[in-house]
């Protein structure tokens, strides 16, 4: 391209800004296989650490015998929690304000907690050691139903809290409770909930899964010495946090601790909390004087870290004859497994359940959570959504279909009515959230007309009528999920995770010859924000994204931030991203004008350069620019182009979409076929199309999984049930189907650029079309709720229970 020449449009194209379908600069790199994972991290003299774990859900531990395994040639170390008790390690601190053992400390709470932690010079002398680790275990009873957690004799999990009746979160009411949250308006519910026409009740659970990234969890620890310094790779979603908290356990000065997160292959909330596999790398390489790695297998991933959900939600809701929600209330027990490491917002111990109003204007709710300890591994950090909200969603859009059937109302319809409107933003909930901005019913009158789903409830009409008279076995169900979400966290005021507050940044240095680089706070776990933060920079600078770098993930030069998880890169670093690039173009302008030898006022900004005001033919270029700016800038200026912006969000993003599930039912075997899937998203302004459809098309398979047979489920000794690949549900192109993606733009107008996050949206509305079509195919015969997975095996149970299987 001829920049002298060429019009606006193309020097527009060249850019490759946002609203450009542009590639993955990443793939170039991955699909060569020269991605750097923290597995691929090799240094001298590294040794590698493993695990003993306990077979029990629930046992004292009487003796650890070493002997055996550090017999084993190889073996450096052997490490149980008595010897992390001098450094004040054998306990670390969880994002949740609990403690949580790094190694057993006289007792073990879930199958598969950490022992000990074998040291050696390669991983299979370490794992064959660890085998010869003698623990002497005494079994203690096992609690693992969460609704007989609170039961008066129900066994002491947590005997380091004996006697605590306060916790993080308020007063505790019995030894296995963790806290209550209450949210909204109780009196008032409760009389909306007795004076109502119709009330619907139902317990709805959402089963405990796991997100399961193709990478497990794992790091590089290396301590060295001589200078004090110690570095750390790992699969962490939130670098800096690592490093702070690494420092405030360890005490090691934070400016002596460099936390790297290399390429990371998926997080999904999973690599957000800290395990004692880091722990107990660090502490290894110190005591050793080498680096050490941990990399966990796929048993232990599934086993050991975070799980996500296991909700069990009653929830009642009320509305006149005619269908107009009157109030909503939800009870919520939540199992968390045997020690509170969820990753809230300080404030949120239920993160933002209360956003379970969904996309009705509904006038009064109330909403209580009882927090739970079990046998069960510690997490319900995340799964392609954070902050409980694909729970709330879930139970909104269940509700919401109970309720229809009830009224015997359309579940479209009863949407249509209840929607907040669109006149009604920005718009405070009932449980307190301001939504920024909402179109629901275009997004829905436009999903319904391109399903054309008049015609499917006409058909699905005359499906049951042929079942009736035994010309089909097959069933057929239509399932709406209408979300809204909430993503961006966000406010400081509001939001914290140990002390730090919410914002994040990015920080932009624009070389002498025009192109430049951009460091965030952020982390991609492979949603490219190489590509897509170039792009919002792009069309702020006027610097082709192809010439710009971006880089997250090492502390030692990245700003601080507090990474990426709860879809929070596009709300709140990519805000920050826009902010830096107005302070570089604010000062671009000045050297312009200097250069064009006008007043400041009297250029404007066009696409990739500045123009004075009426004489298209006066311009400097941005890359012109730049080079001023390192040798010819306005008198008293400082050189250099650069900007810093720290971003605390006014508010958070309010994403929402439609989404409608056709499926049809096998009665006899339980095969249940997806037929259609359409997804309609609005987040905002859309940076990458290309980007956004392949984060819907990920989210949805992930929903299929959740919905249609994920689950970590325990026997009642406290045995994972399936923790393996074999028994744990992940989707391939097999199963997937084809997923038909649109959209509509309703811009935050708090956001710079008026985008929201997108990368959860769908699997918070994928879960609940899934779930409500299955539902739906058996809605006719009386059903109201039945659980997930929708398994064919369950699938076949609900059938078998209405009395319709051969
Ligand atoms: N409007 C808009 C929005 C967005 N975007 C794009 O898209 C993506 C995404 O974004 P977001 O939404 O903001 O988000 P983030 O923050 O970045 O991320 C996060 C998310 O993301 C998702 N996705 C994904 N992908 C991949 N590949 N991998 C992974 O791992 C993952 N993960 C998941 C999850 S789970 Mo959590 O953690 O649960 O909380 S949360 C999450 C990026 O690239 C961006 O740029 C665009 O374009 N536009
Ligand atoms: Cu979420």
């Known amino acids: 391209m001829n920049a002298e020449v060429a019009s606006v449009e193309e020097r527009k194209q060249n850019l490759k800004g946002m609203g450009t379908a542009r590639r993955r600069v990443e793939d170039v790199r991955f699909v060569q296989g020269k991605g750097n994972y923290v597995d691929d991290i090799k240094l001298p003299g590294m040794l590698f650490g493993d695990f003993v774990r306990s077979p029990y859900a629930h046992a004292r531990i009487k003796s650890v015998n070493k002997e055996a395994a550090l017999a084993v040639p190889g073996v450096k170390a052997v490490l149980t929690a008595d010897d992390l008790k001098p450094v004040n390690l054998a306990w670390m601190p969880t994002l949740a304000g609990d403690v949580q053992m790094v190694l057993a400390d006289g007792k073990v709470l879930f199958q598969g907690q950490e022992v000990a932690f074998v040291v050696a010079e390669d991983r299979y002398a370490a794992s064959d050691a660890a085998e010869l680790v003698e623990v002497d275990y005494e079994e203690l009873p096992v609690l693992v139903d969460p609704f007989k957690a609170m039961d008066p004799g129900a066994p002491v999990l947590r005997e380091d809290l004996d006697g605590k009746t306060e916790g993080a979160h308020g007063p505790r009411r019995h030894h296995n409770h963790i806290f209550t949250w209450e949210v909204g308006d109780k009196d008032a519910t409760d009389r909306a909930l ?293 993503v961006g966290a966000g406010p400081i005021k509001n939001c914290d995770i140990l002390g730090l507050g919410m914002f994040d940044s990015c920080e932009i240095r624009v070389h002498p010859t025009g192109s430049a680089i951009a460091r965030l706070g952020t982390i991609s776990q492979g949603q490219g924000h190489a590509t897509t933060f170039a792009q919002i920079l792009a069309s702020e600078i006027g610097i082709p994204a192809d010439q710009i770098t971006v880089e997250e993930g090492d502390t030692d030069t990245a700003p601080y931030g507090l990474g990426t998880y709860g879809s929070r890169s596009t709300p709140v670093a990519g805000a920050a991203t826009a902010m830096a690039g107005r302070k570089i173009k604010a000062k671009a302008q000045m050297i312009a004008a200097y250069l064009l030898e006008v007043h400041d006022d009297d250029v404007e900004f066009e696409v990739d350069r500045f123009v004075v005001k009426g004489a298209p033919e006066r311009f400097k270029t941005m890359a012109e620019v730049a080079f001023a700016a390192y040798n010819n800038v306005p008198p008293g200026m400082e050189p250099g182009l650069e900007a810093v912006s720290y971003y605390d969000p006014p508010n958070m993003t309010y994403p929402f979409g439609a989404y409608i599930c056709v499926v049809d039912i096998d009665v006899d075997t339980g095969v249940t076929d997806i037929r259609r899937f359409y997804a309609l998203d609005d987040c905002g302004t859309r940076i990458n199309p290309m980007i956004i459809e392949g984060q819907v098309h990920g989210g949805l398979t992930e929903a299929l999984a959740i919905a249609m047979g994920q689950e970590i489920s325990y026997d009642e000794m406290g045995n994972v049930k399936g923790a393996s690949l074999m028994d744990f549900f992940l989707p391939t192109a097999v199963e997937t189907p084809v997923w038909e993606t649109d959209f509509t733009v309703t811009p935050s107008p708090h956001h710079p650029i008026g985008a929201k996050g997108v990368g959860e949206s769908p699997n918070v509305g994928g879960v609940s079309a899934f779930s409500n079509a299955v539902n739906d195919a058996f809605a006719h015969l009386g059903l109201t709720h039945t659980q997930m997975p929708h398994d064919h095996w369950r699938v076949w149970k609900t059938a078998e229970r209405l009395g319709v299987t051969a």
């Open 194 to 486: 007795s004076e109502a026409e119709v009330v619907a009740k139902e317990l709805i659970t959402y089963q405990r899964v796991h997100p399961c990234p193709l990478e497990t969890a794992g790091c590089v620890a290396s301590m060295d010495k001589v200078n004090g310094q110690l570095t750390l790779w790992g699969t962490f979603q939130a670098p800096h946090a690592v490093r702070t908290v690494a420092s405030l356990i360890s005490t090691i000065p934070e400016h002596k601790i460099r936390v790297i997160s290399p390429d990371i292959g998926g997080g999904f909330g999973n690599k957000v909390g800290v395990y004692p596999g880091y722990i107990c790398a660090v502490v290894a390489s110190i005591v050793l004087g080498v680096p050490v790695k941990w990399i966990e297998d796929r048993i232990e991933n599934l086993q050991s870290t975070a799980f996500a959900r296991d909700y069990h939600m009653t929830g009642e809701i009320s509305a006149t004859r005619d269908g107009r929600i009157t109030g909503l209330k939800c009870h919520v027990l939540a199992d968390h497994g045997g020690f509170d490491a969820c990753a809230d917002p300080t404030k949120f111990p239920a993160g933002f359940f209360n956003i379970c109003t969904g996309s009705y204007d509904i006038p009064v709710a109330h909403v209580s959570v009882d927090g739970v300890y079990t046998n069960k591994a510690p997490g319900g950090v995340a799964y392609r959504c954070s902050f409980r909200v694909t729970e709330a969603s879930y139970f909104i859009e269940r509700m919401i279909d109970v309720l229809a059937r009830k009224l015997e109302m359309d579940p479209a319809e009863l949407r249509m009515k209840n929607f907040i409107g669109k006149e009604q933003f920005p718009y405070t909930s009932a449980l307190g959230w301001e939504y920024d901005s909402g179109d629901y019913h275009t997004a829905m009158e436009k999903a319904l007309e391109t399903v054309s789903y008049k015609a499917l409830r006409d058909e699905q009409k005359a499906n049951r009528e042929a079942f009736a008279r035994s010309e089909t076995r097959s069933l057929m169900g239509v399932g709406i999920g209408f979300f809204t979400e909430i």
